[in-house]
């Protein structure tokens, strides 16, 4: 159907030149997904595709040469398709794969086919010695077009996402823009063709390859039916000069758009897997609470702002209870789920602007901004006794754990100075039976 619709409505008369040839990117897909079985039904569909045109026009033995230009496509999509395979096993990921792809998909193979169809052509008689430039040109373009579209598409397809069907309001203007422009281009205003540019590099860095596969389907077809009808700003009196120069800029816009997409695509990877270790870096894996580094970065800054503006802020460090017992009687997995209920316990109770961390195996610290030592307290009553009575449920069973805490309002004193003294009242909570907040006021 695709070889018909290059054949008909995108070809030129008289000599029938197809400007756009989908086969070849179908066919190499074919031979991708489904290896040699592909071999019959590309063989042939060129060959109905091929078979009326060459009968039609050969000099002689029109369906010999029809079944030549089939072996001849067939083995080009299988070629195209062992090389793709063998290059670019990944598909393509990275700007730099468009370029491996041009060569190894439309330079290598197509130029390859396109050699060997002019040969067939020429001796069939259908074309004389020097129209042979001109149609290697033409098959070039169109073949290589073909794969060109329908590759990223496939691509694309493959990986659909609910991103991808949601289609933003904003990209589906910009396509319909891209097509408005095309038609406006081709009928009344010439210099318009160069807006695709611009809208079809929004697409790339906004949208997904889908979107930008359907818009650039979308507006090569149009321009090159448009142009098979002898309009545009193509349409120069030497007429095989104007389709290569008009197959060449639909060529540099489908190869242009494809690469930028892919280097946003890069850059987007390369953002959101920085962020990702961004977060790693401060957080613990077990509780998903803040880890040391983080709460020492946070508490000279509250510190420094103590030092700037005088508001307070209060420090606490937790240390659960004969947690030994709890990994010795259950086993290490038991106390890895107990310390992430603990943690999960603690940040529930806390304020948003709390910062609650993770500075060793079953010890926890506590940041507090803005906050007097007498509110502090309560607040952290209400965490022990709260883990007291509620304990930490893991697989149906209850393990009854209490937590002992050091707590001081803190001013401009020096964070290590600051962590010593909490470290103190710890201690002293711990030798004073556990499960209690000890805590005194700054300069105490
Ligand atoms: N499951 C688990 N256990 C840990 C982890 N980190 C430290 N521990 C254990 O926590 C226990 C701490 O034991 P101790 O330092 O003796 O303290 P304790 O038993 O809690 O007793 P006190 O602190 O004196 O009340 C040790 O058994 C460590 O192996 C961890 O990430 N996962």
Not at 122 to 130: R, S, T
Not at 189 to 212: D, E, K, M, N, S
Not at 344 to 351: D, F, P
Not at 423 to 433: F, P
């Amino acid at each position: 159907m695709t070889a018909l619709l290059g054949m008909t409505i995108l070809s030129l008369p008289p000599g029938n030149i197809s400007l756009l040839w989908l086969p070849s990117g179908i066919g190499l897909i074919m031979f991708m997904r489904t290896g040699l079985l592909a071999i019959p039904f590309v063989f042939i569909a060129s060959l109905a595709a091929n078979l009326p045109q060459m009968d039609a026009a050969m000099l002689n033995h029109g369906a010999y040469h029809a079944v030549v230009a089939a072996f001849i496509d067939t083995l080009s999509s299988a070629f195209t398709a062992f090389l793709v395979q063998r290059f670019l096993p990944q598909g393509l990921r990275k700007s730099w794969d468009v370029a491996v792809f041009v060569l190894f998909a439309c330079i290598v193979p197509m130029g390859m086919t396109s050699l060997l169809l002019c040969v067939n052509l020429w001796w069939g008689g259908y074309i004389g010695l020097e129209q042979g430039m001109d149609y290697f040109q033409a098959l070039f373009l169109a073949d290589s077009l073909g794969v060109l579209l329908v590759y990223p598409l496939y691509l694309s397809l493959q990986n659909l996402s609910w991103k991808a069907l949601s289609w933003p309001k904003s990209i589906l203007l910009v396509q319909l823009c891209a097509l408005l422009a095309v038609v406006v281009a081709f009928l009344w205003l010439p210099g318009v063709i160069y807006l695709i540019f611009p809208l079809l590099t929004f697409i790339a860095l906004r949208g997904c390859p889908y979107h930008l596969g359907i818009a650039l389907m979308l507006s090569v077809i149009t321009s090159l039916m448009m142009a098979s009808m002898g309009l545009g700003p193509f349409a120069l009196a030497e007429q095989n000069a104007g389709i290569v120069l008009l197959m060449s800029f639909v060529f540099c816009i489908a190869l242009v758009s494809l690469a930028v997409m892919l280097h946003q695509q890069e850059l987007n990877d390369a953002n959101r897997i920085q962020a990702f270790w961004r977060e790693k870096a401060i957080h613990d894996d077990l509780t998903g609470l803040y880890n040391r580094v983080h709460f020492m970065r946070r508490l000279e800054e509250e510190r420094q702002r103590c030092e700037r503006t005088g508001i307070q802020y209060v420090v606490a460090l937790m240390d659960l209870d004969w947690f030994k017992k709890i990994n010795d009687q259950h086993g290490h997995i038991v106390g890895d789920r107990v310390l992430a209920g603990v943690a999960a316990l603690l940040q529930k109770q806390l304020r948003q602007i709390d910062v609650l961390a993770r500075i060793g195996g079953e010890e926890f610290a506590l940041l507090m901004p803005g906050i007097s030592i007498e509110q502090a307290g309560q607040a952290l009553e209400r965490l022990r006794s709260t883990l007291e009575l509620q304990g930490i449920s893991v697989n149906g069973t209850t393990h009854n754990i209490t937590v002992s805490i050091g707590a001081m309002q803190a001013d401009g004193t020096p964070v290590e100075i600051l962590l010593q003294k909490v470290d103190r009242l710890l201690y002293h909570a711990k030798h004073q039976g556990r499960n209690r907040v000890e805590m005194y006021l700054a300069g105490q």
